[in-house]
């Protein structure tokens, strides 16, 4: 299934790409996020990220449907 998936801070930098449209066999944001961390090293831990599934955050285990826009939102601080 194609998923839409968008990067903010250094999840950005680390996949080099502000969002990208992938093809995956997965059914969970979990799944998704493990083949991504996999793949670009983001080095954080899911419980430290907030997840949103088509603009509504969402639990890791929510399933995932063809044409979903997935978000993965790191910790941010600024003043």
Known sequence: MNLT?????FLRDKA?????VI????????????????KYQF???KSQLRVAVNDE?????????????VVF???VAGG
Do not use: C, H
């Open 5 to 9: 998936i968008k990067y903010y801070a």
């Open 16 to 20: 080099g790409v502000s969002s990208e």
């Open 23 to 38: 093809d995956v066999d997965i059914r969970t944001a979990e799944e998704l996020y493990n083949l991504l961390n996999e």
């Open 43 to 45: 080095q954080i831990d």
């Open 57 to 69: 955050f969402v639990d890791f285990n929510t399933s995932l449907v063809g044409n979903d826009k």
């Open 73 to 75: 939102i790191p910790p």
